[in-house]
């Protein structure tokens, strides 16, 4: 049972083009969420969350839209630049749940920006 | 460097064998988590433990343990391994037992032959 899914295995924009992640969830007791980035032989790294109680987070270049009712969320990175290339993950948390710190992770999806 | 230390980091042994993953997780972090990444797969989690108890169980086979020891280190046991237990195995670490402040150490790539 996927409950966190990213439906693009892999995306490719040109560099200054806003590239857009996607990601779709089924539990509705997810409240928490966060994108990581994932360099090849490095582990994943922490790059923006947003909380059930807002719709919008932004971090730099970095934004992250929330749709509750649609259970979507989508990070957008704005201008995208050759050293985004990597593997994103969408993953989310029950906070109000008995495992606050449990992640459930997508299946994640390639991104390369070309010069 | 992100403070999450795993070892070691590269490991291959043959089915029917036993290994030891250890992770020592950032300093002042209570909470440990393991992950495994199979081929083309997000990370699964396996399990968690806080302060030297079990938090927390996902889809960890019966052939597989771990434990938290007092200095807060981490230790997952795999045991009569199997070629489809070959994945890349992360720790995690975060100061509580909470999502946030959650920080990957560079995992150990496992290959069973």
């Known amino acids: 049972d996927q409950q966190v899914k990213q439906n693009s295995p892999s995306l490719s924009v040109q560099e200054g083009r806003i590239s857009i992640l996607n990601c779709d969830y089924t539990?509705?007791?997810?409240?928490?969420f966060l994108w990581y980035k994932k360099y090849p032989a490095e582990g994943p790294t922490f790059l923006i969350s947003?909380?059930?109680?807002?719709d919008k987070n932004e971090d730099g270049r970095f934004t992250v839209f929330l749709n509750k009712s649609a259970k979507h969320l989508s990070l957008h990175i704005v201008p995208s630049q050759p050293g985004d290339s990597a593997v994103y993950f969408c993953?989310?948390?029950?906070?109000?749940?008995?495992?606050?710190?449990?992640?459930?992770f997508g299946q994640g999806t390639i991104l390369t920006v070309h010069p | 460097d992100s403070g999450v230390t795993q070892t070691p980091k590269h490991l291959i042994t043959a089915t029917g064998q036993r290994v030891t993953l250890r992770c020592s997780p950032r300093?002042?972090?209570?909470?440990v988590y393991w992950y495994q990444q199979s081929l083309d797969q997000g990370l699964q989690f396996l399990i968690q433990?806080?302060?030297?108890?079990?938090?927390a169980k996902g889809n960890i086979l019966e052939r597989f343990s771990a434990q938290q020891f007092p200095d807060l280190h981490s230790e997952l046991n795999l045991s009569s391994l199997e070629l489809g237990d070959s994945a890349l195995y992360f720790c995690?670490?975060?100061?509580?037992?909470?999502?946030?402040?959650?920080?990957f150490g560079s995992g150990t790539r496992l290959t069973v032959v």
């Open positions: 947003i909380s059930s109680i807002k």
């Open positions: 300093s002042g972090d209570l909470s």
């Open positions: 993953a989310a948390s029950a906070l109000g749940g008995t495992s606050y710190g449990k992640l459930t």
């Open positions: 433990y806080y302060n030297g108890e079990e938090r």
């Open positions: 995690a670490s975060s100061p509580e037992d909470s999502a946030y402040g959650y920080t």
């Open positions: 539990n509705s007791m997810f409240d928490y």
